[in-house]
């Protein structure tokens, strides 16, 4: 993939969204002209961007997007719910076809006809019906459904050939029937030329499409002729064919019954005169001399786009590309213009500006010879503010926003990098013990703590910096819920407003990322069997709307997100007979639950209250992802509801996983490290203040009772803990999905801060462990997994 190429996708990939949320605004605030502006350039900069490419299908979309949002802005047409219903359809279907060119570089044709079926919809939006018309019945010109009789010139012959050649010989017979547009030629488009790429040709027909059609008064700027032709070649080799015009082309595949000989036929409506006689070959191109107001600024606008990519840096892969590309507009300029003996000279440029690999010829020769050169000159001094609309001014280049796009594959070697450097300067300490202790030097051992101090303090600035780099605030990912909560209420014939509040919060690209999904199963769950519809919120006494409420915030050194819904709530009554019914709890369990505790029983695996299963949620399976995930980027989720008034789910996630702090703990003669986020304290229990309930080892703990575990035997290692000196058991107390257990150990030891290294190879399947860890004196440390051990 060429850097163009990537840059074009990276960039996409920012538009999109911001496109969708201010379509979005617009919904509410229709008026806002300062809101349009933007999302007119913003698609506007998209389209031009894909036309830098062989991409006709998204930009004939985003042409389309961009001629609708013009016409509201002049007031030629209103900004309504529908228009944007067609218009996120659109940034959706460049979505889908970004994601096609991300994977394969190209995109296939088979999209044309989606293209101009959106294009169409677009269109017929705007109050002027000229052109959504035309593209409304050319985009329904390839449905095959309709009746389709073949021309009735078609010999018996002939008919009989193309029969035995589907039926005896499996070959494709298509039909094709061509109209290029009126003003094709100051496209730059040669229909006569197009018609020659046609393989295999067996048999073809030109036709005079004009009702009035008169020879003494032909006008020779406009193209009045519809090409039907039939060839042997695959449809979809003719629909990349005319890829560029699929609104002007219907290609109907053939079968044999469509050839059978038949009387009944009629001339297609509307066609007037034949011109069967006269071979391609021998037909002219047509001569353009003069151009209108509207022609003139189209062709300003397309030379200066010429100048500013002839303006920029020659010292780039793909210069060649350009110098070509530029070449060739300027060849379908002069051409379209009459001005053929110009394109030698173009050429020539061409060859020279290739030969010593630098723009300079062709700047020289477009700033002499092309034309509207003086009246694009004069532009530019007159009018500062002069933009054109496809490109960008060189000085505008030049004095661009100061940020630097960086693949995130260097950011996390860079954060690799300086994991090392922690481990590397945690060893220091080390060497400086055995300096003292082992070589009885006291004075190099001050030395090495003192150079210790000084490395650890500039590691702790550089991963400071680093992590700075892979914050992204939480509205990366809240940009998309307005367009799913809209989607889905519409869907659901609910009301709801959507409050998005603490968009700025920051934490680490990963968590941030991990955040999406879970998200998205409680705002679906949410709007599915949470907010009631307006008529049953309205019996309840609440207003039609329900209102849906994410907060995102930051508490020490995890972020926080809350959602929240003025719904129905959850019935914990409910949820207790579904969870006994299921077989996750039993009576006795059933009886002393708490209703928060039977609240959350919805996170268990294969929970739901759902009547029956829908496409939105109700499939027992959304809830426990949510916690799955959560969990395993060392979050937590909890929910609360208040029965009939509505529900808060609250997400609890580090705000980084690039460093973990440890506890290193020991047992059995070895060390475990045990995550700090897990931790609660660390406590002596004597031997004595330990019960058995239930067969299970207790004690009470700050007024609570608090089980314990013994760590050895989690581990199957089969020895007892060991009691201190003054006969104590050392316990570790973390907190596993809002409950806190004790695990015993034989002591306790420093907490450090570790690069977590997840566990491969033949451990991966042993989920106690969460990963691994080099220590200062290169020892391993495994690292545990509570959550999973307990």
């Not at 296939?108 to 052109?131: N, W, Y």
Request: net charge negative; with cysteine.
């Amino acid at each position: 993939m060429t850097p163009l190429l990537e840059q074009f996708i990276s960039e996409s990939r920012d538009f999109l969204p911001e496109i969708n949320e201010k379509l979005m605004r617009l919904e509410t605030e229709a008026g806002n002209a300062q809101v349009m502006n933007e999302l007119f350039r913003l698609v506007h900069t998209l389209k031009g961007n894909s036309g830098l490419f062989d991409f006709p299908e998204m930009t004939r979309v985003l042409h389309a997007c961009e001629d609708l949002l013009d016409a509201v802005r002049d007031n030629r047409a209103s900004y309504s719910e529908s228009m944007a219903d067609c218009l996120l359809e659109a940034m959706d279907f460049s979505g889908m076809l970004l994601d096609e060119i991300e994977s394969s570089e190209k995109i296939d044709s088979k999209h044309a006809r989606m293209s101009v079926e959106l294009t169409a919809s677009l269109l017929h939006l705007i109050e002027s019906k000229q052109e959504s018309n035309k593209a409304v019945g050319l985009a329904q010109k390839n449905d095959r459904s309709t009746i389709f009789k073949l021309p009735n010139e078609l010999d018996s012959d002939l008919r009989k050939r193309l029969y035995c050649a589907i039926v005896n010989d499996s070959l494709p017979v298509v039909y094709i029937e061509y109209a290029p547009e009126s003003e094709c030629f100051f496209k730059g488009e040669d229909p006569f030329f197009q018609v020659r790429q046609i393989p295999e040709i067996v048999w073809r027909s030109i036709q005079v499409t004009s009702p009035d059609f008169d020879i003494k008064h032909i006008d020779p700027y406009q193209c009045g002729l519809k090409f039907r032709i039939l060839c042997r070649a695959e449809a979809s080799e003719l629909q990349e064919l005319f890829r560029y015009t699929p609104e002007q082309v219907k290609i109907i595949s053939l079968t044999p019954e469509d050839l059978l000989p038949f009387d009944r036929i009629k001339f297609p409506e509307g066609i007037q005169a034949e011109r069967t006689d006269q071979t391609l070959d021998e037909l002219g191109e047509g001569e353009v001399l003069a151009l209108t107001e509207e022609q003139t600024i189209a062709l300003r606008e397309i030379l200066c786009a010429q100048r500013d990519v002839l303006a920029q840096a020659d010292d780039v892969p793909w210069l060649k590309g350009r110098l070509r590309s530029v070449a060739v507009a300027l060849t379908a300029i002069h051409r379209a213009l009459g001005r053929i003996d110009s394109i030698p000279m173009i050429e020539a440029a061409l060859n020279d500006a290739l030969a010593h690999e630098t723009s300079a010829p062709l700047q020289e020769w477009l700033e002499k010879h092309a034309p509207e050169t003086a009246l694009i000159s004069t532009a530019l001094e007159e009018n500062a503010d002069f933009e054109p609309k496809f490109g960008r001014r060189a000085e505008d280049v030049i004095c661009g926003p100061k940020t630097l796009k960086v693949d995130q594959e260097k950011i996390d070697r860079l954060m690799a990098l300086i994991g090392e450097m922690v481990v590397a300067k945690n060893s220091l300490p080390y060497l400086a013990l055995r300096a003292e202790n082992q070589f009885g030097s006291r004075e190099l051992a001050r030395e090495i703590k003192t150079e210790y101090a000084v490395i650890n303090r500039i590691a702790e600035e550089m991963q400071d910096a680093i992590m700075q780099v892979r914050m992204l605030p939480v509205s990366f990912i809240f940009q998309r819920f307005p367009r799913l909560v809209r989607d889905i209420s519409k869907r659901l014939g609910k009301q709801v407003t959507l409050v998005m509040e603490g968009e700025n919060t920051e934490a680490d690209k990963n968590i941030v990322e991990a955040l999406a999904d879970p998200l998205i199963h409680i705002i679906r769950n949410s709007l599915d069997h949470g907010i009631e519809k307006p008529d049953a919120r309205e019996a309840s006494g609440k207003s039609k709307a329900g209102r849906l409420t994410i907060r995102a915030g930051q508490e020490s050194d995890r972020v926080v997100i809350e959602i929240t819904d003025d719904g129905r709530g959850v019935d914990p009554e409910i949820v207790k007979r579904k969870a006994y019914e299921k077989g996750l709890i039993d009576e006795i369990e059933r009886e002393r639950m708490s209703d928060r505790e039977a609240v959350n029983l919805v996170f268990a695996a294969g929970f739901s209250t759902a009547a029956k299963v829908s496409e939105i949620s109700g499939r027992g399976v959304g809830m426990d992802v949510v916690r799955n995930a959560v969990e395993k980027v060392n979050g937590t989720v909890v929910m609360e509801s208040d029965n009939g008034k509505g529900t808060r789910v609250l997400l609890s996630l580090p705000l980084s996983m690039a460093v973990t702090n440890v506890m290193i703990i020991e047992s059995n003669n070895q060390i475990f490290g045990v995550p700090m986020d897990t931790v609660v304290e660390t406590v002596r229990v004597s031997e004595s203040a330990i019960r058995v309930i239930k067969k299970r080892q207790a004690a009470v703990l700050r007024g609570r009772i608090v089980p314990l575990l013994s760590l050895n035997r989690l581990l199957g290692i089969g020895t007892r803990q060991r009691l201190d000196d003054d006969n104590k058991y050392a316990a570790l107390v973390v907190r596993i999905r809002g409950e806190q257990v004790g695990v015993l150990v034989d002591n306790f030891h420093e907490t450090v801060d570790i690069i977590l290294k997840p566990v491969n190879g033949i451990l991966s399947g042993l989920n106690a462990y969460a990963g691994s860890a080099l220590l200062g004196d290169g020892s391993v440390l495994m690292v545990l997994n509570p959550k999973e051990l307990v």
